[in-house]
């Protein structure tokens, strides 16, 4: 079962312009939720993370946006940059777990245009 | 910073073929992973050790066992592999899943023919 929904699956964005990647998840024990970037030939690596006590995190040009009522959050991305061009996952787990299992989202391929 | 090394970047084997994918980490961490990542799918969990000798099935366990005798060391095993098991399989570990995240190793990308 597919407990954490991402979209879209492909997204293309003009440099300089906002990316935004949405997900939702069923398990209403989750309370972790990180994004992890990915770029080709190379592992996925973690970007940035959110707990669900807060409705928004922000590093750089990287923003969390978290909706508990609506069990869904976002990546948004200022200023996008070619750079950024990468696969995005988002994830999720509950913190009660001692092994940090993360549920991933199917990923979306990012591609910023010059 | 930790390294998460997979012992092949490519493998291509023949349907049928016992098949061993080895995962090393440089850490000391307690937990250790393997996902299969598959376009449109995600990252799917297979199984996962958060001890030595300790193991436990993920999402999709089936046609695959685990090994873990030393702490820095996860295999992999596809007991009889199949052309639906081609796929990228990624090996990650973590000292505290939730405090520290994730560390992934560059991946293998197995093709069974």
């Known amino acids: 079962q597919q407990q954490v929904k991402q979209s879209p699956q492909s997204l293309i964005v003009q440099k300089g312009g906002i990316s935004i990647i949405n997900c939702a998840y069923e398990n209403t024990a989750f309370d972790y939720f990180p994004w992890y970037q990915q770029f080709p030939g190379k592992g996925p690596a973690l970007l940035i993370a959110?707990?669900?006590?807060?409705s928004e995190k922000k590093e750089g040009r990287f923003t969390i946006s978290f909706n508990k009522s609506a069990k869904q959050f976002s990546l948004h991305i200022m200023d996008s940059q070619p750079g950024d061009s990468a696969t995005y996952f988002c994830a999720a787990s509950r913190g009660s777990s001692n092994t940090g299992k993360l549920i991933f989202g199917q990923g979306t391929t990012l591609q910023v245009k010059p | 910073d930790v390294k998460v090394t997979q012992s092949s970047r490519y493998l291509v084997k023949r349907t049928g073929e016992k098949v061993f994918l080895e995962c090393v980490q440089d850490?000391?961490?307690?937990?250790m992973f393997w996902y299969r990542q598959d376009p449109g799918l995600g990252l799917r969990l297979i199984y996962f050790?958060?001890?030595?000798?300790?193991?436990e099935k993920g999402d999709i366990p089936e046609g695959y066992s685990v090994s873990r005798e030393k702490k820095e060391r996860f295999s992999l095993i596809l007991e009889s592999a199949s052309t639906n098991q081609t796929s990228m399989y990624l090996c990650?570990?973590?000292?505290?899943?939730?405090?520290?995240?994730?560390?992934f190793g560059s991946g293998t990308r197995l093709t069974v023919v």
């Open positions: 050790s958060y001890d030595v000798k300790m193991k």
């Open positions: 990650a570990s973590s000292l505290d899943g939730i405090n520290y995240g994730y560390t």
């Open positions: 959110i707990r669900p006590d807060v």
């Open positions: 850490m000391d961490h307690e937990n």
